[in-house]
């Protein structure tokens, strides 16, 4: 987060937090977050909870609607530039996988900088999102955090394989990865679909 602060001279970084309040350790989660951010100058920890209404089905498409619903309202009511999300290299097949499993054309390439444009206020809004983690692997990223005592939380929900995303990510390419060679083949996936 300094080394994002000096790189865009700002003095300002919104680290924005979404709790669905899904999980037994959504609070939990939240509080970490909050007191992770809060333990830098320039941060600013912007929390948000997601009220749910009761016929509302309350799913993992449903739930990045709603965080980008809310991450891009408070974009623009704000004046936000640019907008980093955390996703890294293993998000790179598992989008291009899911795209070939439900037969939908997909963008192979998923970009590490894609602006958007919105009417807000009667203005042409420009947004930039940028994914500064995609040459990182996931365990990559924990590894770093473990080796650095920086606290993390991951949500249990990535581990029940009850939709497309979780099949893949935790069989198939868990067992694809447990093979000999098995980051080749991932890698050759990936050099395949670009």
Known sequence: LNHIATLYNTSKIYCIYINHGISKNSNDWYETVKKRAGQYNNVVPMMFSVLWHNNEIKNETACREKRYEIINQFALENNV?????????????????????????????????????????????????????????????????????????????????????????????????????????????????N
Do not use: A, W
């Open 81 to 193: 530039q640019r907008i980093f999300t955390g996703h890294h290299k293993d998000d790179l097949v598992e989008n291009k996988l899911i795209s070939i499993v439900k037969n939908r054309i997909y963008n192979f390439k998923m970009k590490d900088n894609i602006i958007r444009e919105f009417n807000f206020n009667n203005e042409v809004v420009k947004i930039s999102y940028e994914k500064p983690l995609l040459k990182y692997k996931k365990s990559e990223i924990i590894t770093y955090c473990i080796e650095n005592n920086i606290q993390y939380v991951e949500d249990e929900s990535n581990n029940v394989s009850d939709n497309i995303r979780n099949i893949i990510r935790n069989n198939f390419l868990n067992d694809l990865r447990n093979l000999n060679h098995g980051e080749q083949y991932i890698q050759s996936m990936n050099n395949f679909f």
